[in-house]
Every structure is written in structure tokens, then in C-alpha cells.
């Protein structure tokens, strides 16, 4: 018999439950939370309310969809952490309730580790290349920025990570202090598309190791624009395309001058990428234009697994389930990515 796998995640502001079985996918759902655009940022308790309108016929609709019934489910996998706490809270109650009552096991999944392990949900008709163990993953996100290196889908080294803000915030913080909306990664990339790469320049930080740091370039960016703008108002309007290629690309070097150096010390060539900036169109180019360059195999996820979604946590809740695992009913979320076991 099939393991049926229903996954469902609530870290942030995405209501998500999909349904894998034996790691294929039948359905992911998404309710997205359109009421954060007015703010400019995601706001904790109104994400917190959106997901509890939402989760009942997220999870309904994902059951339907994959045309089985809740008493087909093998197990039910959720987003314990890290994320916000509200959120977690929603995601977790029902995870748990569902499981009560329908008398079957309970999976935690750490969110990070299910965007890491987004290109192993295999869907039907396509080719479901996945890399070789171990490999290494840039993980990029709005919470966080790492290179991971991936020895078996249940275990992971943290090589580098953000001290600071991760690479998500700096486009969507930007964007914001730019006036161009949010969330600011896709509105960057749209307009990068369209401008010259080369034409301005920002400071990059000089990290250690393999280490990032982005509240460095956000404050250059800043006063690049501020001090612009004094000498003439329409600045951003008329440059905004050039100052959006301008910025992402010294992002995307910033990445690729650790990966490059993450690769030089681990002689590791199978390189993936994940989390919602490996939607980036730069960064999806330049990762398959080194990778050519330099002789490294690699994996990009599909557009619709990039950003949070269930059915990375239902591909993670499904190694775990294959491993044995299974989570208490008195389980708690967390927050921080310290507070998870694993
Ligand atoms: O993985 P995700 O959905 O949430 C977290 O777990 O953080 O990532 C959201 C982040 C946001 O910062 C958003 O601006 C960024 O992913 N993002 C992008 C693109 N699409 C989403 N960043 C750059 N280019 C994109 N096309």
C-alpha cells in the first residue's frame, strides 16, 4: 500500500496542505494573504487570523483534489519551525486535532529542511532529476540565507548563514524604502530584467568563512537613492530599472562568491537551490551559467515549490515517517530554528 503523506504549513503568511504519495505529488493548495500588501510587510496577527480562515478549506480542497479520503492518509506531516509563532500555532492545532481524529501519526518538519528537500517531490510525466549525496543547497529565503551541505534528506550541515538579514529581506526591504512595493523580490526581478546590471555599484561585505551579511548593501542602497534623489526627484523613476539590475546583481554575487568557495572547500560539484529567491531569474541564470562554466550538475526547483509551499513539507514529513519518527501530541511550535531538534 501507498504512503499517503498530507503535508500542511503555516510559518509565515502562506496557508498551505498538499498530498504526496510514495513521494508523488497529488495536490498542493495555497491560500495566499493579500491584506499584508497594504502594510509593506507581513503582520504577525493578522497572519495569524488569515490562516485560521484558511486552513479548514485548504486542507479540505487538498484531500479533494487528490482524489482520496481522509482515512487514506498514512500520516500527517506539519511546520513545527522555525516561522511565527501565531502562524506555527494554527498550522500545528490542526495538524494535531486532525490527527486525534483520525487515529493516525503525527510528523514535525522543520520548514527550512522542507525547502531544502522542494526538488525531491517527484510529479507525474516529468523528469524528477534530483542530485547526487551528499550536495550542496543555497538556500535562500525571506528568513533566511545558508549554504547547507546535504548529506541524506535527514541529515544536514549548516556551511554559512546570514549573520544579519537574510537575502529575501534585502529585496523586500529595498523595495520598500524604493517605493516599488511588496513583496520585493519578483517586483526587483521584473524591473531587472529590463535594466543595465552594470551600471551602479554597491559595496559588498567582507565576511569571513562562509558567512553572509545583507544590512550592509541595504543601507548602501539607501543612500545611493537618498543622495540621488537631492540632485534630482525623478531619479528612481527614470533609473529604476538600472538601479533594480544593479542591486540584484551584486546580491547574486554576493551569493555566488560563497557558493564558489563553499564548492572550492568540499570538492562538492551536485549544487541545488531553494527557498522563494531561487524564483529569482538571475539567480536561476547565473547558477546554470557557472554550473556549465565550471562543470557542477545542477537543480533548480520548479517556480510553484520555490516559495512556501505543503508539499515540501509533505516530502520532508514523508523521509521522516520512512525513518521512523513520530511527534507527541503535546507538541509545541517554535520559532527560532535553535529550538528544533532536528
Ligand atoms: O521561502 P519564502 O516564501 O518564505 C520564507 O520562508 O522566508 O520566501 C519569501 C521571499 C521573499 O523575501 C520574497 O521577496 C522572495 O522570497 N522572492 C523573490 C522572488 N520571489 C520571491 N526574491 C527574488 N526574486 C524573486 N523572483
Given at each position: 500500500m501507498a504512503d499517503i503523506i498530507l503535508g500542511i504549513e503555516s510559518s509565515c503568511d502562506d496557508t498551505s496542505a498538499a498530498v504526496i504519495s510514495d513521494g508523488y505529488l497529488l495536490s498542493n493548495v495555497l491560500a495566499s494573504q493579500d491584506v499584508h500588501k497594504a502594510y509593506g510587510g507581513v503582520i504577525p496577527e493578522l497572519a495569524s487570523r488569515a490562516h485560521q480562515i484558511n486552513i479548514v478549506p485548504v486542507v479540505s480542497e487538498a484531500i479533494v483534489r487528490a482524489g482520496i479520503t481522509p482515512e487514506d492518509i498514512t500520516a500527517i506531516a506539519f511546520t513545527r519551525g522555525p516561522g511565527l509563532?501565531?502562524?506555527l500555532l494554527v498550522g500545528t492545532s490542526f495538524?494535531?486535532?486532525l490527527a486525534l481524529s483520525l487515529g493516525k501519526p503525527l510528523v514535525e518538519v522543520n520548514h527550512l529542511q522542507g525547502h531544502i528537500l522542494a526538488g525531491f517531490v517527484k510529479q507525474?510525466?516529468?523528469?524528477?532529476?534530483?542530485?547526487?549525496?551528499p550536495y550542496l543547497c543555497l538556500l535562500v529565503s525571506g528568513g533566511?540565507?545558508?549554504?547547507?551541505k546535504v548529506n541524506s534528506p535527514l541529515d544536514f550541515e549548516i556551511l554559512g548563514q546570514t549573520i544579519d538579514d537574510a537575502v529575501g529581506e534585502a529585496f523586500d526591504k529595498c523595495s520598500k524604502m524604493m517605493g516599488?512595493?511588496?513583496p520585493g523580490g519578483p517586483i526587483v526581478d521584473r524591473l531587472a530584467a529590463q535594466g543595465d546590471p552594470n551600471r551602479f555599484k554597491f559595496n559588498k561585505p567582507h565576511i569571513?568563512?562562509?558567512?553572509y551579511s545583507f544590512s550592509g548593501i541595504k543601507t548602501s542602497l539607501l543612500y545611493f537613492v537618498r543622495d540621488q534623489m537631492q540632485k534630482d526627484p525623478q531619479f528612481m523613476e527614470k533609473n529604476k530599472e538600472d538601479i533594480c539590475a544593479s542591486f540584484q546583481k551584486t546580491l547574486i554575487d554576493i551569493l555566488m562568491d560563497k557558493l564558489l568557495k563553499a564548492v572550492k572547500m568540499t570538492g562538492i560539484t551536485e549544487i541545488a537551490i531553494g527557498g522563494g529567491v531561487s524564483a529569482n531569474s538571475g539567480l536561476r541564470n547565473r547558477i546554470v551559467e557557472e554550473g556549465r562554466k565550471r562543470g557542477w550538475n545542477t537543480y533548480l526547483p520548479a517556480f510553484?515549490?520555490?516559495?512556501?509551499n505543503a508539499a515540501m513539507i509533505a516530502i520532508a514529513g514523508y523521509y521522516h515517517y520512512l525513518n521512523g519518527e513520530r511527534t507527541s501530541l503535546d507538541v509545541?511550535?517554535?520559532?527560532?530554528?535553535?529550538?528544533?531538534?532536528?
Open positions: 509563532l501565531g502562524s495538524a494535531k486535532a507525474k510525466d516529468q523528469e524528477n532529476r534530483v542530485p547526487q549525496f533566511n540565507s545558508q549554504i547547507v516599488l512595493g511588496y569571513p568563512g562562509l558567512d510553484k515549490f520555490t516559495t512556501d509545541a511550535p517554535v520559532s527560532r530554528m535553535a529550538e528544533m531538534q532536528k
